[in-house]
């Protein structure tokens, strides 16, 4: 059975090839036939044909990019020129020849004007003059998203905390958007921070915390239209991971160092050990760098394709692109779907990673354990003193 479908499928395609290059040589040939006049009108035809052709690439890396505005819709309009539906964002520059300038990113109108020597190039700023050197310190969307995300986050837990200071959720039950943090913040504690610290968990509670709740909110952010996808950019998640590293690092104790520098392995072992500790000691920043950025660009991207498959198709055919539109869409909010799971999931991950990470830096030695039991000393200070009766 298997072997039939895979048979008829490269039939299939065979014929799909054998179509197009065939249409491909009888174009060539009437080409060949024509005059100056109608060769010319011919390949301005032929290049207004791909000024409207959709152009799947450019509207994929369009929405996952960082952009200097925040972009929801393009419509023609009756004039015959294309429209956007934009919010344009601050644009500041500086040149070490001409200094500070700064002004909105719609003078550049979409790419057809020149602004104080500056022209956009796809999402990129740049001088007209190449040789000029120019520092693009602008407040981009990725950046607009992060403080929009940050301000969210910081009024939503001060108005939790001023309930529990009121005695709302302590000497009575919480109630609101409290009765919803709450679980949640329980939750990271008590299979997060608590199964990987120990009776050291209430040291790096506030920053588990603000970790988990900073990638829900952005990966949350990044699944509305028109939205920046924060997470699904690497150099967020890099930051994410530095501060990761400097956290497990600066918490590391002596035992954690010497695991690493002197490993409890035969002396010529540590050799080809000792390499490898300090290997781990990057490669668990990058690990979680990795994770979080590419599982979030992953689903928008697989979004964006699916949709996109309506206007490839319908290049093609318009019954095309309308026929396959239920199930580009079907797929499409599937997806979309499952993209909200993945946004709670990634933010748990990259939290008990952490939570790993710090636990296995702060972790005591076991060496008074073990000489107890090498010694046979037994702690009966819990023993029961009556007989336990079942």
Not at 162 to 185: D, H
Request: charged letters at 15%; a negative charge.
């Amino acid at each position: 059975m298997i072997s039939r479908r895979v048979k008829g499928l490269l039939v299939a395609a065979f014929s799909l090839l054998t179509l197009t290059f065939s249409n491909v040589t009888s174009a060539q040939e009437h080409h060949d036939g024509e005059t100056g006049h109608e060769e010319q009108v011919h390949l301005e035809g032929a290049e207004e044909a791909d000024e409207q052709k959709f152009d799947a690439n450019k509207v994929i890396f369009g929405h996952v990019m960082d952009a200097h505005e925040f972009h929801f819709l393009s419509w023609k309009g009756a004039d015959g020129h294309e429209h956007h539906a934009t919010i344009p964002l601050p644009v500041i520059l500086y040149s070490t020849t001409r200094g500070f300038s700064s002004f909105m990113s719609s003078a550049f109108e979409h790419g057809h004007k020149e602004v104080n020597g500056y022209k956009l190039e796809g999402n990129h700023i740049v001088p007209v003059d190449a040789s000029e050197k120019v520092y693009d310190l602008s407040l981009t969307r990725n950046v607009v998203q992060m403080f929009i995300a940050l301000a969210l986050l910081v009024f939503l837990m001060l108005g939790v905390a001023k309930r529990y200071k009121e005695g709302q959720g302590v000497t009575r039950a919480p109630k609101g958007f409290q009765n919803a943090i709450e679980p949640v913040i329980t939750f990271v504690r008590d299979e997060v921070a608590k199964p990987n610290l120990g009776h050291k968990y209430v040291r790096f509670m506030p920053f588990l915390l603000t970790v988990f709740f900073f990638i829900l909110i952005n990966n949350i952010f990044g699944l509305i239209p028109g939205a920046a996808n924060v997470t699904g950019n690497i150099a967020f998640t890099i930051v994410l991971g530095v501060i990761t590293f400097i956290v497990v690092n600066f918490s590391g104790n002596k035992h954690y160092w010497g695991h690493i520098f002197n490993p409890p392995v035969p002396g010529f072992v540590k050799f080809i050990m000792v390499p490898v500790e300090i290997l781990s000691i990057f490669t668990k920043a990058f690990a979680l760098i990795i994770r979080l950025f590419a599982n979030m660009l992953a689903g928008h991207i697989i979004i964006i394709c699916l949709i996109s498959l309506i206007f490839i198709f319908g290049s093609i055919s318009t019954v095309a692109g309308v026929g396959f539109s239920p199930i580009s869409v079907g797929f499409a909010a599937f997806i979309y779907v499952i993209e909200v799971l993945v946004a709670f999931i990634q933010a748990f991950i990259f939290t008990n990673l952490t939570a790993v990470f710090i636990g296995q830096a702060v972790e005591e030695g076991h060496h008074h354990e073990d000489d107890h039991l090498q010694h046979g000393h037994v702690d009966h200070t819990t023993a029961p003193t009556e007989p336990v009766i079942i």
